[in-house]
């Protein structure tokens, strides 16, 4: 989890689009959300954020192959503590791993 969030940042992800797209309605939590191809728009009152994938090629690590997923998050009439009200469950329910 970040200090704050830009209206406009992009991430790599290291999972597949289907994994992603399974732990997104729990992430998203109560908001209305729908899936345009390979984005989502979600409403997230008093705005919404468009957030789009790409699937990117594995990364290599000696014999391990981890999937990476691009993410890029636009927020639209959402002040920076929304942002950061928003991203704070996001970010904990798409967190895999790590200590």
């Known amino acids: 989890?970040?200090?704050?969030?830009?209206?406009?940042?992009?991430?790599?992800?290291?999972?597949?689009?289907?994994?992603?797209?399974?732990?997104?309605?729990?992430?998203?939590?109560?908001?209305?959300?729908?899936?345009?191809?390979?984005?989502?728009?979600?409403?997230?009152?008093?705005?919404?954020?468009?957030?789009?994938?790409?699937?990117?090629p594995p990364r290599v690590i000696a014999l391990m192959r981890m999937p990476v997923l691009r993410v890029n998050f636009v927020f639209i009439g959402l002040d920076a503590g929304q942002r950061y009200a928003f991203m704070k469950r996001f970010d904990l329910y798409m967190q895999r791993g790590g200590g």
């Open 1 to 56: 989890m970040q200090s704050s969030y830009d209206e406009r940042f992009e991430r790599d992800m290291g999972c597949t689009e289907a994994e992603w797209l399974g732990w997104l309605p729990a992430a998203v939590g109560a908001c209305v959300w729908r899936r345009e191809g390979s984005q989502v728009v979600i409403e997230v009152p008093p705005g919404r954020l468009w957030v789009k994938w790409e699937p990117q």
